[in-house]
């Protein structure tokens, strides 16, 4: 699994690619770890290219947005395929997420 990240507006935008199970959920937990300790920035998770999640990427991605709504925030997912739509309806964790069909529109949203 590959992540580039970058900054659009007032948001940090990180782009995962791949499967993100295992080591790689890991590695992701790290980079929005990292994102995090940067306070009052949005959080943006760019999902086109990720093919597949597994249990650590859930906890992964719901630690962080956890800890973004202790302050008054949570995690922004953008383009969601049908698998990973599936899989966060399936563990009852998709509305823990502001979720965007692309990253215009999760950029117009409010702050």
Do not use: C, W
């Amino acid at each position: 699994m590959n992540i580039t990240e970058h900054r659009q507006g007032g948001a940090v935008v990180l782009r995962p690619a791949g499967a993100i199970t295992g080591a790689d959920a890991d590695r992701l937990g790290q980079r929005l770890a990292g994102v995090l300790e940067g306070s009052g920035v949005r959080v943006v998770v760019d999902m086109a290219r990720v093919t597949l999640l597994d249990s650590r990427a859930l906890e992964v991605l719901v630690e962080a947005t956890e800890k973004l709504i202790r302050g008054g925030k949570a995690l922004i997912l953008v383009s969601a395929n049908d698998v990973v739509r599936e899989v966060l309806e399936l563990t009852d964790v998709a509305s823990l997420f502001e979720q965007y069909d692309d990253l215009d529109a999760a950029m117009g949203s409010r702050a």
